[in-house]
């Protein structure tokens, strides 16, 4: 008798354990004077927009510092729910779920030491995360990045971001060439 399929081998999503997270697109505090945001679209293969996907946020704070901070998916030690993060704390990591038309809103605070966001790429019809990287504008100079240097300039204008004013930028994940629009750049870890 054949096993049942596990949920890598089946379309998903699967994501009902951890959304919604309270104020899980919110790294940056509340009112806080250096914070960012960066929104986009997500498009399928016939430049549709994906309404049920999830994309993750993972950077360092903006010392450099990697080691984060806990509260990004607490749990109520009375109730056992999950509450939001503390508000207080930069941890470094976000989760937010695309809106009915594909749109997907940020807040952070500019990473230290990289020139990019590392954002995670959960959807229908994939089997496994797609990693990719929202480079943001503004020193230091992007195109000195090893990656960005070994992409050709089609390639790599998937992976920039545009600055719609000096706090707010838009970051497009494409998961398919449209013929009109180039897939994302996604990478590859072994």
């Given at each position: 008798m054949p096993l049942p399929p596990t949920p890598s081998q089946t379309i998903g999503p699967f994501y009902g354990f951890a959304l919604p997270s309270p104020h899980g697109a919110d790294l940056a505090p509340p009112g806080h004077p250096g914070a960012l945001t960066l929104h986009g679209?997500?498009?399928?293969?016939?430049?549709?927009?994906?309404?049920?996907?999830?994309?993750?946020?993972?950077?360092?704070?903006?010392?450099g510092s990697r080691g984060g901070a806990p509260g990004s998916l607490r749990q109520?030690?009375?109730?056992?729910?999950?509450?939001?993060?503390?508000?207080?704390?930069?941890?470094?990591?976000?989760r937010v779920a695309t809106d009915a038309d594909g749109h997907y809103t940020l807040r952070t605070l500019p990473p230290g030491g990289v020139p990019?966001?590392?954002?995670?790429?959960?959807?229908?019809?994939l089997?496994?995360?797609?990693?990719?990287?929202?480079y943001l504008p503004g020193p230091p100079d992007p195109t000195a990045d090893p990656l960005l240097a070994s992409l050709e300039p089609?390639?790599?204008?998937?992976?920039?971001?545009?600055?719609?004013?000096?706090?707010?930028?838009?970051?497009?994940?494409?998961?398919?060439?449209?013929?009109?629009?180039?897939?994302?750049?996604?990478?590859?870890?072994?």
């Open positions: 679209y997500l498009y399928d293969g016939t430049a549709a927009p994906i309404p049920d996907a999830l994309v993750e946020v993972w950077q360092p704070a903006p010392d109520d030690p009375a109730t056992g729910r999950g509450i939001a993060r503390d508000s207080v704390r930069f941890t470094g990591f976000g990019y966001l590392s954002l995670l790429v959960f959807a229908r019809g089997l496994h995360h797609l990693h990719t990287r929202a089609r390639r790599r204008a998937t992976l920039l971001a545009t600055a719609e004013d000096p706090r707010t930028h838009r970051f497009d994940i494409r998961l398919q060439d449209d013929g009109v629009h180039e897939e994302t750049v996604f990478l590859a870890f072994p």
